[in-house]
């Protein structure tokens, strides 16, 4: 699966985008609770993917749990139940844990 990050401001590849701060990983997402750990998730933006059912491209949106350090994720189209995301990207991990 190829994964593009979508930042808010355009769609970078790698994350942290250049200059960036912190920003979305250090917001708590306030609809959901870690279905872990019951603790806070924080939104890690946005994931351009083609999904493998329909072949549409469409967003999935990952959270990060620091509590349990797991990322959950849903497409944006649906209001299904949050996922753990098994194939998440190592670098992007590594940069959201700031190890």
Not at 39 to 54: A, K, N, P
Not at 61 to 80: G, I, K, L, Q, Y
Request: proline share 6%; with cysteine.
């Amino acid at each position: 699966m190829n994964y593009r990050l979508h930042d808010g401001g355009g769609h970078v590849d790698g994350w942290p985008p250049a200059g960036h701060a912190g920003g979305m990983a250090d917001s708590v997402w306030q609809d959901d609770r870690c279905p872990g750990c019951d603790g806070d998730l924080r939104s890690l933006g946005f994931l351009l993917c083609r999904r493998q059912e329909d072949q549409k491209r469409v967003c999935r949106m990952p959270f990060w749990c620091r509590t349990c350090e797991t990322v959950w994720s849903r497409w944006a189209d649906r209001a299904d139940p949050l996922e753990r995301e098994e194939l998440f990207p190592e670098s992007l991990l590594r940069s959201i844990r700031g190890r």
